[in-house]
């Protein structure tokens, strides 16, 4: 053997490959080296417990301390650390979906490894959308592995698209996933030892790097890996894998026959079937203490119905596989499947010569260098050494990131970015894009409206403590932050700013064009143009006034003889665009029809000064107090609120988009509303609920 230290010298990177099983962890360390790989160590141990069940962990604590005693004396052999650590998940609840990937190029390209990886890539992505559609499942599942069937070049097939001119490139490829607690439990028993997992891999696909070399895979082969817990399968055809598969029933089954018969416990019951293989006679002791004889013959015949039983469920998984027919040859390897007559009874059920079935250890480990003493080379070994193998295939990974003081798995198909942590993080759309507020509906005039809600803030993400965005690449380790996005403020609007509103009513009053601001009903009540629509509110502008409004906004009284349209009139006759009015002037007090009346505009604030130029009487005064002054009110009989703007410097222009706040005594003022002595009136600008 040589010498620790010249091996190192001569050797590439190390790599720990962790066969997790049902009844035992088995741990190989080794390096690839002249398309030879060179094992350094082996370490295998036992469960001390039933912690596995059907290939999955049942007792992370116990299978994690197992991996620990394993990585240990492997350290301890190697005089070395050990951090990472290839694994491989069994076929537990296995699921595979068959897919093609094409891609294009604007113009032929030589193709590169990169190209390769991004086709590859799309295919795991597409099988994964077609998996979510046909599996309507609260389960979360990963993909654990992939195999690129078939490649084509500009749509023929080719073995190999790397170095070739292309325009188009495709790959049939073949995807496989398990659930969520199987993935995440071998990685948390693992990261129990503190080791961190460096690639993971499906069984079937780690065994057939050993047991079917590349250049048998042009035969219509079955692999099968018969371990405790669980059979799983790997087909091979036209030089690649074609179809995997996996049932539940496997070498821990034969086992509790001997449990029962023997009446031993678990432990026991395993070394029987063991040794059955290699002894005639084996020798034990009961569970009352009483010593006990079984003869290898025996053994097989009590396991001989269960052997059939499970032989014919692997032998129909395998046609299920191949397209409803038989293979060629099944390899056999794992150590379930070294049970006496297991081979034979395979073969028997596929309908192929019995020399096709065989189990395979060293006569398939001819790439395989073993640097130690005593070296194991039996069936038992070549899963282990091919997860080993799979580290440089590199087809799947997963990368651990936190999110938000949380840890999350992700698949790396090497273009992660923040956004995919927060989906995998379950960090929501309307989290991550700013929202708008909420929208305000209502009606006019039994049309629906709608005021839009102002845009919020977008989240703010930081990677590493560094600013980043959605599209920010991600890598195993990175630590990101998200500050949630924001809504931004609901809808909001003015009745007053209703294009309806901004429009006038235009009529003719004795013989004068007068300008009428049209006016505005909220669920059945008139309201200012300060009035703030709400949700649902129903808007009915008025189109029209009265003869008797139409005096009392031009503040002067009516008269008799009144007409409209040269028609004889009430004061409750509705007058529209362009109607005339009429009536005679001359018992009103009044000595003339206003001349200036055509300029009287659509603010209640021009109608007021119209009023007050054309006021005949005499007049009173009235002092009130407004935005803190005593204000003197002259020249006219009675005042209304919005008088109150011909004697104080307040600009009703100078908006800014600010809104308007008009008390009275305290409470919001009717600009048509009565103004006595004493009565106290606050105006104001109000912008985002501050005063100015």
């Known amino acids: 053997m040589a010498g620790l230290n010249e091996i190192r010298e001569n050797q590439g990177q190390l790599v720990f490959g962790l066969d997790?099983?049902?009844?035992?962890?088995?741990?190989?360390?080794?390096?690839?080296?002249?398309?030879?790989?060179?094992?350094?160590?082996?370490?295998?141990?036992?469960?001390?417990?039933?912690?596995?069940?059907?290939?999955?962990?049942?007792?992370?604590?116990?299978?994690?301390?197992?991996?620990?005693?394993?990585?240990?004396?492997?350290e301890e052999n190697l005089n070395r650390n050990l951090t990472e650590?290839?694994?491989?998940?069994?076929?537990?609840?296995?699921?595979?979906v068959t897919t093609r990937a094409e891609c294009?190029?604007?113009?032929?390209?030589e193709i590169n490894s990169e190209d390769i990886y991004n086709l590859e890539t799309m295919g795991v992505e597409r099988a994964y959308e077609?998996?979510?559609?046909?599996?309507?499942?609260?389960?979360?599942?990963?993909?654990?592995?992939?195999?690129?069937?078939?490649?084509?070049?500009?749509?023929?097939?080719?073995?190999?698209?790397?170095?070739?001119?292309?325009?188009?490139?495709?790959?049939?490829?073949?995807?496989?996933?398990?659930?969520?607690?199987?993935?995440?439990?071998l990685y948390k028993a693992v990261e129990i030892s503190g080791l961190h997992v460096a690639n993971l891999t499906l069984e079937p696909i780690a065994a057939i790097q050993v047991a079917?070399?590349?250049?048998?895979?042009?035969?219509?082969?079955?692999?099968?890996?018969?371990?405790?817990?669980?059979?799983?399968i790997s087909i091979t055809k036209e030089g690649t894998i074609t179809a995997y598969g996996m049932i539940p029933v496997a070498g821990d089954s034969l086992t509790d026959i001997l449990v029962q018969h023997c009446l031993v416990d678990f432990e026991t019951a395993e070394q029987i079937k063991r040794q059955a293989c290699t002894e005639d006679l084996i020798e034990y002791c009961d569970i009352m203490g009483l010593p006990q004889v079984i003869t290898a013959e025996e053994v097989t015949e009590l396991l001989q119905d269960a052997v059939v039983d499970m032989t014919h469920r692997v032998a129909g998984c395998i046609r299920e596989l191949n397209g409803d027919k038989p293979v060629s040859a099944v390899f056999v390897v794992g150590g379930g499947g070294m049970v006496a007559g297991y081979t034979e009874a395979l073969a028997k059920d596929l309908g192929i010569a019995k020399e096709r079935v065989a189990i395979r250890g060293r006569e398939v480990m001819q790439n395989i260098v073993f640097e130690l003493d005593n070296a194991r080379m039996d069936s038992l070994?070549?899963?282990?050494?091919?997860?080993?193998?799979?580290?440089?295939?590199?087809?799947?990974?997963?990368?651990?990131?936190?999110?938000?003081?949380?840890?999350?798995?992700?698949?790396?198909?090497?273009?992660?970015?923040?956004?995919?942590?927060?989906?995998?993080?379950?960090f929501t759309n309307e989290e991550l894009f700013p929202r708008r507020g909420k929208a305000l509906t209502y009606t006019v005039n039994e049309?629906?409206?709608?005021?839009?809600?102002?845009?919020?803030?977008?989240?703010?993400?930081?990677?590493?403590?560094?600013?980043?965005?959605?599209?920010?690449?991600?890598?195993?380790?990175?630590?990101?932050?998200?500050?949630?996005?924001?809504?931004?403020?609901?809808?909001?609007?003015?009745?007053?700013?209703?294009?309806?509103?901004?429009?006038?009513?235009?009529?003719?009053?004795?013989?004068?064009?007068?300008?009428?601001?049209k006016t505005a009903e909220v669920n059945g009540v008139r309201?200012?143009?300060?009035?703030?629509?709400?949700?649902?509110?129903?808007?009915?502008?008025?189109?029209?006034?009265?003869?008797?409004e139409v005096a009392e906004f031009l503040d002067v009284p009516l008269g008799g003889n009144l007409k409209v349209n040269d028609t004889p009139a009430r004061p409750d006759t509705r007058v529209y665009e362009n109607f005339t009015v009429s009536w005679d002037m001359s018992e009103t007090g009044y000595q003339s029809t206003p001349d200036s009346v055509e300029d009287v505009t659509a603010k209640p604030r021009a109608a007021a000064q119209h009023a007050q130029s054309k006021q005949q009487t005499a007049g009173r005064e009235v002092q009130v107090l407004a935005n803190g002054r005593t204000v003197t009110l002259s020249g006219k009989t009675s005042y209304v609120f919005v008088d109150i703007f011909d004697f104080i410097d307040f600009d009703l222009k100078d908006s800014r988009g600010r809104t308007i706040v008009t008390l009275l005594n305290g409470r919001s003022a009717d600009y048509m509303e009565g103004l006595g002595d004493g009565d106290s009136i606050e105006i104001y600008w109000e912008e985002s609920g501050k005063k100015s």
Not at 392 to 402: A, G, K, L, M, R
Not at 405 to 422: E, H, M, P, S, W
Not at 448 to 469: F, H, T, Y
Request: hydrophobic share 35%.
């Open 20 to 74: 997790i099983g049902t009844r035992s962890i088995v741990g190989t360390v080794g390096y690839l080296s002249g398309g030879k790989f060179h094992v350094m160590a082996q370490c295998s141990r036992e469960h001390e417990t039933r912690a596995m069940l059907d290939g999955q962990i049942h007792d992370i604590a116990k299978v994690g301390e197992s991996v620990s005693a394993v990585k240990k004396q492997l």
């Open 212 to 232: 079917i070399p590349e250049k048998f895979r042009m035969l219509n082969m079955a692999l099968v890996d018969v371990g405790a817990g669980t059979s799983d």
């Open 130 to 185: 077609e998996f979510q559609k046909a599996n309507d499942t609260d389960m979360r599942f990963y993909c654990v592995g992939y195999t690129a069937m078939r490649y084509y070049m500009n749509g023929y097939q080719i073995g190999n698209l790397e170095g070739h001119k292309a325009k188009t490139i495709a790959t049939d490829l073949i995807a496989t996933f398990l659930p969520d607690d199987v993935v995440d439990g």
């Open 104 to 109: 294009s190029f604007e113009s032929e390209k």
């Open 381 to 426: 070994m070549v899963t282990p050494i091919g997860i080993c193998l799979s580290f440089y295939e590199q087809s799947n990974n997963f990368i651990f990131v936190e999110f938000n003081n949380i840890r999350i798995k992700l698949y790396d198909n090497g273009r992660l970015t923040v956004a995919d942590a927060a989906m995998q993080a379950q």
């Open 85 to 96: 650590v290839c694994i491989a998940a069994a076929g537990r609840v296995l699921r595979t």
């Open 527 to 548: 309201e200012n143009e300060f009035y703030r629509i709400q949700e649902g509110d129903v808007i009915r502008v008025q189109n029209c006034y009265t003869v008797t």
């Open 447 to 517: 049309k629906p409206r709608m005021a839009r809600g102002s845009q919020g803030e977008a989240a703010v993400i930081r990677l590493n403590d560094d600013p980043a965005d959605l599209h920010t690449r991600i890598h195993s380790g990175d630590v990101i932050s998200v500050t949630a996005s924001t809504e931004g403020e609901a809808g909001s609007q003015e009745l007053g700013r209703l294009p309806e509103l901004s429009e006038q009513l235009h009529v003719y009053v004795n013989g004068s064009k007068i300008s009428l601001p």
